[in-house]
């Protein structure tokens, strides 16, 4: 008999919160938090999730809102950015993983920046898992930067001398994949699970366009306690929803 569930998500989705209430609990700075999440949640996790087949993970690690914390939590977050980049994401290439970016990655400095795009080079053709971090992500930002790039499109294909059609022939019109293909998650499923850590039942702008059909999991720990076992408890009770896509 199989011991796993058999209807397995491709993409499960995390919007990471609690760290700080998780820190404050056991009295400790609020740095320790996300610190604890780095250094000891987000490697066995993906591991565990690359084992029970699901082929995409995403994490939003920073919102668009998220530079107006305190200025010295935002300066002790961009260098533990810093130390995963350079450190800890090493191990995760030798073990397969395919790490890509979702959010404006431009706000930051040139060093997390050109981490990135190594990251993202060097991983590029491992196939275990994709793991996607969401970083400066808003999904108002994402719908917007969107739209401005698929008008850049049409603008480019409407200023070709040869088009003489009116704005709303059908060369014009944008359908849903089309649109879809701009977002920042284009190629990458939508995700079958949101989970959210932390007590607050909202998704604050994650995902608005791919959540369309995701089921929701609004846990009452913190994202420092996210274990392989909590995941295992969340799949097995996603194997249990029915979902009908409206039909
Ligand atoms: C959420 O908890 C944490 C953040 C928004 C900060 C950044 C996340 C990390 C450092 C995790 C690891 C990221 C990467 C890319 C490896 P919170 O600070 O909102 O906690 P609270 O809800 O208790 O205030």
């Given at each position: 008999m199989n011991k796993f569930p058999t209807s397995t998500p491709i993409h499960i989705a995390v919007i990471m919160d609690g760290n700080r209430r998780w820190a404050a609990e056991k009295h400790l700075p609020a740095l320790a938090g996300h610190k604890k999440v780095t250094d000891d949640i987000l490697e066995p996790l993906i591991e565990y999730a690359s084992t029970r087949g699901i082929k995409y993970m995403t994490f939003w690690a920073w919102s668009t809102e998220n530079w107006?914390?305190?200025?010295?939590?935002?300066?002790?977050?961009?260098?533990?950015?810093?130390?995963?980049?350079?450190?800890?994401?090493?191990r995760l290439h030798e073990k397969g993983v395919r790490v890509k970016i979702i959010g404006d990655i431009s706000q930051f400095d040139t060093e997390i920046k050109d981490g990135l795009t190594t990251l993202i080079e060097k991983t590029k053709a491992n196939q275990k898992i994709t793991v996607i971090f969401?970083?400066?992500?808003?999904?108002?930002?994402?719908?917007?930067?969107?739209?401005?790039?698929?008008i850049s499109d049409k603008k480019q294909v409407?200023?070709?001398?040869?088009?003489?059609?009116?704005?709303?022939?059908?060369?014009?019109?944008?359908?849903?994949?089309?649109?879809?293909?701009?977002?920042?998650?284009?190629?990458?499923?939508?995700?079958?699970?949101?989970?959210?850590?932390?007590?607050?039942?909202?998704?604050?702008?994650?995902?608005?366009?791919?959540?369309?059909?995701?089921?929701?999991?609004?846990?009452?720990?913190?994202?420092?306690?996210?274990?392989?076992?909590?995941?295992?408890?969340?799949?097995?009770?996603f194997s249990q929803r029915q979902r009908r896509f409206g039909r």
């Open positions: 107006h914390r305190d200025k010295y939590e935002v300066q002790g977050i961009m260098k533990l950015f810093k130390h995963v980049i350079k450190r800890r994401w090493q969401a970083l400066n992500y808003g999904g108002r930002d994402e719908i917007v930067r969107a739209i401005n790039q698929v409407t200023s070709n001398e040869n088009f003489q059609k009116p704005v709303t022939s059908y060369e014009f019109l944008v359908t849903e994949n089309e649109f879809a293909n701009h977002l920042d998650t284009a190629q990458i499923p939508d995700p079958e699970i949101i989970v959210r850590p932390g007590k607050e039942k909202r998704l604050s702008g994650f995902m608005l366009w791919q959540c369309a059909y995701s089921e929701l999991y609004f846990v009452d720990w913190y994202m420092p306690d996210f274990t392989p076992q909590k995941l295992d408890e969340i799949l097995t009770d």
